[in-house]
C-alpha cells in the first residue's frame, strides 16, 4: 500500500497530571518528569511535523498545563505551521494563562467533563474542587473565544448524566461535544469491574445520542463513541493502524496510538534516536500492522476489512492475547459471545471500588486527594 503522511500528532507532553481518573487510558507505567522531552526537543519535534505534513497537532498529557514551558510550546507549534488543539483538565489554567495562549496562536480547546456536578465529577477526577476550577476556565474560554469542544467521558458510574452534559455543552458555546463511552486500556482495564456500563445503560446512550443528534443539528456536533463491549461491530481504530496519526510520548517514543505499548512484541522507535520521518515511514511498530497483509481470518475476507480494519490492535491484545486477531467486539470474532457475556458480568459488579491512579513514581490511591 502507498503510505499517506500523517494528518495529526498527539503530543503528550507529560504525564503527570492533578487528577486521578479511574478511567485514564495512559500506560501503567507513566514516564517520569526527568524523562520528559525538553522546550526545544519538542520545538524541533514540531517543526517535523509541519514538514512530514501534519496538520493538527493535539496538545495532550497527562495535564498538559502542567508544563511549565506550555507557552512557547504552543508558539513553537504555531510556528511550525501546525492548528493547535489543547485538550485539558483546566486544573492549571488562568484567565492570564489563556490569554497568553491566545495570543500565541492556540486555536482550540477541548476540556474533559468527569461529571456534570461538582459531586460527580470530583468524585471521578479524584480532585476536590476540581469541578468549581473547570467551570470558571470555561468560562474564561468563553469569554476569550476559544473554539471549544466539551469531552465527556461516560461509564456505568456517570452515564445518566448524559442529558445534562449536552445541556452544559450548548450552555458553554461549545461548538462540538465528544462523548466517549469509557475504553478499557491502559490504567482503565484495572477498572472495568467498577466502569463498565450495563446493556441498558449502552442503549439508553444510543438513543440519547440518536435523538440529540437530530435535535441539536446546526448548533453542536456529537461525535460519539459508543460501549464496543456491548456492541457488535468494531471501530476504526485510530482511522486505521499506520494510516492518520502518530503520538509521541512525554519521554520521545513515538507509537501508532496511545496503547500501543500494551503489544508486547512491538519495537518503537524514539525522537531523540530516529527523525518523524524516518519512524513514520519505515519504523517497525507503524508498518506492522498497516494495510491488510497481517490480517488473519475471519478480517482477511471479511467484506468490511477497509472499512474498520479489524478492530483496536491493542483491545485484541487486551482481550484475546493476539493483536493480529480481529477485535472480539466484531460478530465475527470466535470471542464475540463470551465477550459480552464476561461485559454484562462486570457491569454487575456492584461492590468494585474505583481504583485512582498516582502521579508518576507514586503509587496508586482509593481515595480523591485535596486541592493544592
Ligand atoms: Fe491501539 Fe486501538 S488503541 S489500536
Redesign the pocket.
Request: hydrophobic share 25%.
Given at each position: 500500500m502507498t503510505v499517506q503522511p500523517p494528518i495529526a500528532m498527539l503530543a503528550e507532553l507529560t504525564h503527570r497530571c492533578p487528577l486521578s481518573c479511574p478511567y485514564c487510558?495512559n500506560p501503567v507505567e507513566l514516564a517520569l518528569q526527568d524523562r520528559e522531552l525538553d522546550t526545544d526537543q519538542w520545538r524541533d519535534i514540531f517543526q517535523q511535523a509541519g514538514r512530514l505534513g501534519v496538520l493538527q497537532l493535539h496538545l495532550s498529557g497527562g495535564e498538559p498545563a502542567s508544563r511549565r514551558d506550555l507557552l512557547e510550546l504552543v508558539t513553537a507549534a504555531r510556528e511550525a505551521g501546525l492548528y493547535t488543539n489543547l485538550i485539558t483538565s483546566g486544573i492549571g489554567l488562568t484567565e492570564k494563562r489563556l490569554k497568553a495562549l491566545d495570543e500565541a496562536g492556540l486555536d482550540h480547546v477541548q476540556l474533559s467533563l468527569q461529571g456534570t456536578d461538582a459531586m460527580m465529577a470530583d468524585q471521578i477526577g479524584g480532585y476536590k474542587g476540581g469541578f468549581d476550577r473547570k467551570m470558571q476556565v470555561a468560562r474564561w474560554i468563553g469569554e476569550i473565544g476559544f473554539p471549544l469542544t466539551l469531552n465527556a467521558v461516560l461509564h456505568r458510574r456517570n452515564l445518566h448524566q448524559l442529558p445534562r452534559a449536552l445541556e452544559m455543552a450548548v450552555e458553554m458555546g461549545a461548538r462540538r461535544i465528544e462523548v466517549a463511552t469509557v475504553?478499557f486500556?491502559g490504567w482503565a482495564l484495572k477498572n472495568r469491574d467498577a466502569l463498565m456500563p450495563t446493556p441498558e445503560q449502552a442503549r439508553e446512550a444510543d438513543r440519547i445520542v440518536k435523538e440529540s443528534r437530530t435535535r441539536l443539528k446546526g448548533t453542536l456536533v456529537i461525535d460519539y463513541v459508543p460501549a464496543d463491549y456491548h456492541s457488535d461491530f468494531p471501530?476504526r481504530?485510530?482511522g486505521g493502524?499506520g494510516t492518520t496519526g502518530l503520538n509521541v510520548s512525554p519521554d520521545g517514543q513515538v507509537l501508532?496510538?496511545?496503547?500501543?505499548q500494551?503489544?508486547p512484541h512491538l519495537k518503537f522507535d524514539n525522537v531523540r534516536e530516529k527523525s518523524l520521518h524516518e519512524i513514520w515511514y519505515e519504523g517497525e511498530a507503524f508498518n506492522t500492522?498497516r494495510g491488510t497483509d497481517w490480517m488473519q481470518e475471519p478480517c482477511q475476507s471479511c467484506e468490511n476489512k477497509l472499512k474498520d480494519f479489524g478492530?483496536?490492535?491493542?483491545?485484541a491484545m487486551a482481550l484475546v492475547g493476539d493483536a493480529a486477531a480481529t477485535d472480539p467486539v466484531c460478530t465475527k470474532s470466535p470471542h464475540h459471545g463470551a465477550l459480552q457475556t464476561r461485559a454484562e458480568e462486570h457491569s454487575h459488579n456492584d461492590t468494585a471500588e474505583m481504583i485512582y491512579r498516582g502521579t508518576p513514581g507514586r503509587s496508586q490511591r482509593t481515595k480523591p486527594k485535596e486541592p493544592v
Open positions: 487510558s475504553q486500556h471501530k481504530c485510530m493502524w501508532p496510538c496511545h496503547a500501543a500494551t503489544i500492522y478492530g483496536c490492535r491493542c483491545q
